[in-house]
């Protein structure tokens, strides 16, 4: 199993090859665990975004083919320290290490797909963004992987990063759903 992370905004069309990072699948936080944040920096921000769950072995799946790959969604956040991710851009080295720590992604429920492509309001801690078309996204992004990769049962893909980044703070509580549905409650000691 595999997580996968596109950083790319909805506002724009999906390249290959595609811009990603592969995060281990030891640093998922499953829902109801606490996350702990590690000590290395006391400033962190959480970027949110939607995941989908692969639900069968593909590779070089065309878009028109890819709804048959994936069967949940779901919200995703990744903690990321603020000092440790400048450090490493400013002197352009990749930025892998943010992602590897225990609790790097704090997964939440999964939910059935929609039945229709339209717009879901995504609610990050009492901000909101919306995202028109969540499974186009999904459908592009397997493509994209499966060009250059095996995609298989369980892999977690997530193609578009949300709302701007949330400030995380120790000894509170991260929350985040989709259409009023929550679907992280995130307990930071």
């Known amino acids: 199993m595999k997580v ?10 999906m390249q290959l090859p595609p811009g990603v990072e592969l995060i ?6 499953w829902p109801g665990h606490p996350l702990f944040l590690p000590d290395f920096d006391d400033a962190w921000v959480g970027k949110v975004m939607l995941a989908f ?13 890819a709804p048959r790959y994936f069967d949940a ?7 990321q320290s603020v000092a440790l991710t400048e450090e490493l851009a400013k002197e352009g080295r990749p930025t892998g290490l943010c992602g590897c720590f225990d609790g790097a992604v704090a997964m939440g429920k999964w939910i059935p797909l929609p039945a229709a492509d339209g717009p879901v309001t995504i609610d ?11 499974l186009k996204w999904a459908c592009e992004a397997i493509a994209a992987l499966s060009h250059y990769a095996t995609l298989k049962t ?4 997530m193609p578009v990063a ?17 259409d009023g549905e929550k679907l992280i409650e995130l ?3």
């Open 187 to 189: 307990h930071l000691p």
């Open 4 to 13: 996968v992370a596109f950083y790319h905004r909805q506002d724009t069309a």
């Open 154 to 157: 369980g892999d977690i893909l």
């Open 53 to 65: 769950r692969i639900s069968r072995l593909g590779k070089g799946v065309a878009v028109k083919f």
């Open 73 to 79: 969604m779901t919200l995703a956040m990744l903690p």
């Open 162 to 178: 949300l709302v701007p980044q949330v400030a995380l703070r120790r000894k509170s509580t991260f929350t985040a759903g989709i």
């Open 24 to 29: 281990a699948d030891s640093a998922i936080v």
């Open 124 to 134: 990050v801690d009492g901000t909101s963004d919306v995202v028109e078309q969540p």
